[in-house]
């Protein structure tokens, strides 16, 4: 590809020259330390930066172990799961007659045209009497189990 008059500069060593005199006329790179040519690097001066003291840099050492065995955090024990009601022993009972229902059938040499619309209507029975006995309002106030969202 060629480059048309007018895409760039003629001489780039007289732009590069031009754009680094500009930078400097700016104060860009004042604060550098000189280094002589001649120096080789390995006697170079360490011009590496401290952090300042702020709160990132502290001289206190940290214990990364992760041995601090008095700072443990032990859960308290979970409260025991309610008690089912009668409809809800119910509806687990549908769904668990009708995945069994459908995948006995075929072993049990089972007509599935008969099985598999029992089978499906207690699926859609269990599901509808599960999602029907959930609750639709937040839990009480009082009770208090940490963060809610």
Same mark, same amino acid.
Not at 20 to 36: N, Q, S, Y
């Given at each position: 590809m060629k480059s048309r008059p007018g895409d760039g500069p003629e001489d780039v060593d007289a732009a590069f020259a031009q754009i680094?005199?500009?930078?400097?006329?700016?104060?860009?790179?004042?604060?550098?330390?000189?280094?002589?040519e001649d120096t080789p690097a390995a006697e170079e001066p360490d011009h590496t930066p401290r952090p300042a003291s702020t709160w990132r840099a502290h001289e206190t050492e940290v214990d990364w172990s992760g041995d601090n065995a008095d700072e443990h955090y032990e859960p308290p024990e979970p409260p025991p799961l309610p008690r089912l009601r009668p409809l809800t022993v119910v509806a687990i009972g549908l769904l668990v007659a009708g995945v069994l229902l459908l995948t006995l059938a075929s072993i049990l040499n089972l007509d599935a045209r008969v099985t598999t619309p029992i089978a499906l209507? *207690?699926?859609a029975t269990g599901i509808a009497l599960l999602?029907?006995?959930?609750?639709?309002?937040?839990?009480?106030?009082?009770?208090?189990? *940490?963060?809610?969202?």
């Open positions: 680094v005199a500009d930078l400097e006329r700016e104060g860009v790179g004042r604060d550098l330390p000189k280094i002589d209507t *207690g699926l999602l029907l006995r959930a609750r639709k309002t937040p839990p009480p106030l009082d009770d208090d189990n *940490g963060a809610q969202v």
